[in-house]
T-cell receptor, first 113, second 110 residues
Framework: DTAVSQTPKYLVTQMGNDKSIKCEQN?????MYWYKQDSKKFLKIMFS???????INETVPNRFSPKSPDKAHLNLHINSLELGDSAVYFC????????????FGPGTRLLVL | DAKTTQPNSMESNEEEPVHLPCNHS???????IHWYRQLPSQGPEYVIH???SNVNNRMASLAIAEDRKSSTLILHRATLRDAAVYYC???????????FGQGTRLTINP
């Protein structure tokens, strides 16, 4: 069973469109994250949710809106897509506190044309 | 978050040990040293972490200098599947985010 899953794996869309990426974890963790990896391969955190509550928002544009319907899901909705949004988006989860390991999903490769 | 410095790339041969260095001269007493790796076209995966003492697990060993200003990830017998980008990350206990640097791209030659 996949611990952290993301859909879709690939997403190709036009500028200006709105799209969503879904993430689910079956590890029973209470904290979930979204990271972005750009074309230069730098990985950077975007958001962190703990028990459906937003904990970290790393100055991400308002066009990005995470939504956590429950502890096991953290979806990422992006409005008015721009060329610079092209990247690989990784979802991750962990148990809050301590130095708990983060488990990452396989990534969603977004290409904005 | 304290900064880490790693070589951009390293190369080794299959079935030989690999020592991946990481400098973190500004580490604070509450910073844990974490290592993650990212295989091609995959998400990062946890490798190992430690605070002061050396650590071993099934994947690797972590050797931490006595002054904690540097550490070394040791892969005892590299395989082709170990080819990845290895990230050394400092993380305060309880801190949620991982701050990734550029990492070390490890190439394993058959």
């Amino acid at each position: 069973d996949t611990a952290v899953s993301q859909t879709p794996k690939y997403l190709v869309t036009q500028m200006g469109n709105d799209k969503s990426i879904k993430c689910e974890q079956n590890l029973g963790h209470d904290t979930m994250y979204w990271y972005k990896q750009d074309s230069k391969k730098f990985l950077k955190i975007m958001f962190s949710y703990n028990n459906k509550e937003l904990i970290i928002n790393e100055t991400v544009p308002n066009r990005f809106s995470p939504k956590s319907p429950d502890k096991a899901h953290l979806n990422l909705h992006i409005n008015s897509l721009e060329l610079g949004d092209s990247a690989v988006y990784f979802c991750a989860s962990s148990q809050r506190g301590g130095v708990e390991t983060q488990y990452f999903g396989p990534g969603t490769r977004l290409l904005v044309l | 978050d304290a900064k880490t410095t790693q070589p951009n790339s390293m190369e080794s041969n299959e079935e030989e040990p690999v020592h991946l260095p990481c400098n973190h001269s500004t580490i604070s007493g509450t910073d844990y040293i974490h290592w993650y790796r990212q295989l091609p076209s995959q998400g990062p995966e946890y490798v190992i972490h430690g605070l002061t003492s050396n650590v071993n697990n099934r994947m690797a060993s972590l050797a931490i200098a006595e002054d904690r200003k540097s550490s070394t990830l040791i892969l005892h017998r590299a395989t082709l599947r170990d080819a990845a980008v290895y990230y050394c990350i400092l993380r305060v206990q309880g801190a949620q985010k991982l701050v990734f640097g550029q990492g070390t791209r490890l190439t394993i030659n058959p």
